[in-house]
């Protein structure tokens, strides 16, 4: 496979570079700088322009670089504590300019009345003064070169050892000269040099178009490597499912699929009977339906004889997947749980049936990677949220498969760009439409000092017999944050309610007691269920129509579309109440574009502007590449381009043998 920054083959080591020996060594490879390869793509930090300008068109406060002669002898005063002051007079593109060096006493042997002299420093425009912070020996001009070396070397130092990399190496890899002239691109080679030698700002820009284009056009040829590794033929892999066992099955459901939801399955079900691994995600927004999919493809590998796990993050999660397919099967899928919480005897008993296949679909948390989690025939695995899973944990699930066939599945709507280099190597199902009969959740912004009119309105759906979910950002009282926590926010709502309508849960409890809790709210013993974040994915209260978000401002745009989502999963109207009193512009923003959209697609691409990659998930499992120069949520059209590119060169290559 194409390794993405591996240009010089081979790669000499660094200690092969002239002027590097063992103490230069020790400090590059503290930098994980090892050989030519790392030295090229370690790029500069940043770029002070160096470039002499004419003085007469410079402005007030501007940083200029000038030319001149000096004019007169340069003098030194000296103050208490060792500091300095050396001025100057010099004449500038026809002005008589006064420069001064702050700290820099021994520049005063550098400047010679009559000899001309090369200035970088602030200009005030009233004084006619240069406030100087370097004397400019060298004669190359233009841009002074930045680099991050955790200060074990000069900028200049390193970059003779780069500059002897170009001198020496031969780079042997290249964007494909159609692609360049397409695209207008330069060479890989050239765009390195540009980036680390630059003269003009026009150099540095068409470098790094170069190279943000080679980074995701080699990142997608990647991508389509490991899914053709993935994609395995064989022809044990083909479920050749009973059609019309699954369509009468079908037939009995009480509601009608939705259209997303019919192209999903019959997506999947093709997977099914193709003899590649399927690898698919399934991509829906909140109450989109994805669930009863999942089933439908359950229920296909049931068909034949096979079983069907699910692994879920959380117990609340596969305890409401467990109910959630308890009723849509309804005695025809014989369907057991495994979580941290399942006694002794209950989970002897399952792995017993489990080995005898007489289990069709297991539903559970990272309790179904157990070695002793033995599966008779398991070919389907479904894994729900799968970018909170490690790597490792999924795959000690798919090692137990007889068939590999995996179906993702995430309430998370995932930005394109995202969606495309993280998922890049799946095949991808979306379902955007809502089941018919539920309404748009309205979204609400009050401040602090509107808190009685939110219990105002609350308090009118729990006369029409509703019920609540009451969200809280922290546990405890903090020292250090003015949030609303959970305790306060409990007693705020018992005061008014009563404790017999309002109950608490969060996630500190012991798993016995939360889940007591939440039962009591499911129940509607209790109609008001105070809680914090536990509550935002796994739940599933139909006659819920009312939620408040205290502190708003502290949670991102996805997770509060989330907790939204546990509202507005009936026919019933439902309401959302977003309590904030936000301090930044760009808590304002979020709180405006909750209130203006209910699309978690919509949604999912305005998060990334915010966030930005790197913690849009908020971990790092989600397997996101650091690019050197790239940014996925700016350079998302030059992504689409890249990909498009790699899928035709990787056709053309396959075709040319």
Known sequence: MLALYNIITPAPPVEDMKGVGPKLRDKLLELDIKNVNDIVFHLPSGYENLTVMNLTEAKHNDKVTVAGLVKTEPTVAFFRGGKSRLTVFMEVNGMYVKVVFFNQPYLKDKLTVGEPARVSGKFDLHKLEINAQKLIFDASGGFYVKYYLGGVMHSKTFSKIVAEVFEKCIFNYDLPEDLKQKYRLLSVREALWHLHFPKNPHDINEARRTIKFYELFIFQLQLMEKRKQERVRNERYIVNYDVDALREFIETLPFELTSDQKRSANEICRDLKQNISMHRLLQGDVGSGKTIVAGLASYAIKTIGDQTALMVPTEVLANQHYQSFMEIFDGRLNIAKLTGTTSRREK?????????????????????????????????????????????????????????????????????????????????????????????????????????????????????????????????????????NVQEIFQLFTNRFGEENVELVHGRMKPEDKAAGMKRFEDHEKPVLVSTTVIEVGINVPNATFMVIFNAERFGLSTLHQLRGRVGRSDKQSYCILVSDPKTENAKLRMDIMTSTTDGFELSERDLEMRGPGDYFGVRQSGLPQFKVADLSEDYRVLEHARISAIDYAAKMEADG
């Open 348 to 484: 002897i008993h399952i792995q017993q049936a489990l080995r005898e296949g007489e289990i069709d679909l297991l539903i559970g948390t990272h309790a179904l990677i157990e070695d002793d989690v033995i599966f008779k025939r398991l070919s389907l695995i479904i894994t729900d949220e799968q970018h909170r899973f490690g790597v490792n944990q999924r795959k000690r699930l798919n090692d137990k498969s007889y068939r590999k066939n995996v179906l993702y599945m995430t309430a998370t709507p995932i930005p394109r760009t995202l969606s495309i280099t993280t998922f890049g190597d799946m095949d991808v199902s979306i379902i955007k439409e809502m089941p018919k009969g539920r309404k748009p959740v309205e979204t609400y912004w009050r401040r602090f000092d509107e808190t009685d009119e939110v219990l105002n309105a609350l308090a009118a759906e729990i006369k029409q017999g509703h019920s609540a979910y009451i969200v809280a950002p922290l546990i405890e009282e903090s020292e250090t944050l003015d949030l609303k």
